[in-house]
């Protein structure tokens, strides 16, 4: 299993943009068998799925969230990245990077996980 | 509001079973064969227990398993240890364009 490591700011003032990193260790991200993706946890409530890129750089993401976010692939620093803009406290996370498996042994779920890393909005 | 519908909480004693439901629609649970369970511990990302509705990872005890019914998917906890007590949360795969829907999570406790 590959490490997962998210890196980024802990505070974000509102209506600016979040921005955060995933380095992937003991794997490669450009594995045709694998999404990368980003799920976020509020504290003291449950999971959901921000959105998902491919090594090639096709990407998903959540209906509820789409307009504001964005993730790109880095395959030369074996890096994935998120930004959330306009961000407002309902943004306030835990935010986790995973491992999505396409087509190896966990078919159709986050397999890998990083440890997470929490984003606080406040002014 | 979540996607997918679990119960807040539930509990057992050691060494009993507990079954977690997880109601779901016929766009996600109904529809795809991609139910999967997390189990989180406090303080820790959550960990892949069950995928494809009854698959268990390498690693994961036979103790647990899990099963699907129409939209409903459900996790058995058999011969419940301390170590089982967290928070398990459902997801289902619902096309492209919703990789993931989750549950809100249930809170397990062992007595």
């Known amino acids: 299993q590959p490490q997962l490591q998210e890196s980024g700011p802990g505070l974000v003032k509102p209506s600016e943009t979040l921005s955060l990193t995933c380095t992937v260790s003991g794997g490669s991200i450009s594995s045709s068998n694998y999404y990368w993706g980003w799920i976020r946890q509020p504290p003291g409530k449950g999971l959901e799925w921000i959105g998902n890129?491919?090594?090639?750089?096709?990407?998903f993401y959540n209906p509820s969230l789409e307009g504001r976010v964005t993730i790109s692939v880095d395959t030369s620093k074996n890096q994935f990245s998120l930004r959330v803009s306009s961000v407002t406290a309902a943004d306030t996370a835990l935010y986790y990077c995973?491992?999505?498996?396409?087509?190896?042994?966990?078919?159709?779920?986050?397999?890998?996980w990083g440890q997470g890393t929490l984003v606080t909005v406040s002014s | 509001q979540s996607a997918l519908t679990q119960p807040p909480s539930a509990s057992g004693s050691p060494g009993q079973s507990v079954t977690i439901a997880c109601a779901g629609t016929?766009?996600?649970?109904?529809?795809?064969?991609?139910v999967s369970w997390y189990q989180q511990h406090p303080g820790k990302a959550p960990k892949l227990l069950i995928y494809e509705v009854s698959q268990r990872p390498s690693g994961v005890p036979d103790r647990f398993s899990g099963s699907k019914s129409g939209n409903t998917a459900s996790l058995t906890v058999s011969g419940l240890q301390a170590d089982d007590e967290g928070d398990y949360y459902c997801?289902?795969?619902?096309?492209?364009?919703?990789?993931?829907?989750f549950g809100g999570g249930t809170k397990l406790t062992v007595l």
């Open positions: 016929s766009s996600d649970v109904g529809r795809y064969n991609y």
């Open positions: 995973a491992r999505w498996d396409y087509a190896s042994e966990n078919y159709y779920s986050f397999d890998s």
């Open positions: 890129i491919y090594y090639s750089g096709s990407s």
């Open positions: 997801s289902s795969y619902a096309g492209s364009s919703n990789f993931a829907v």
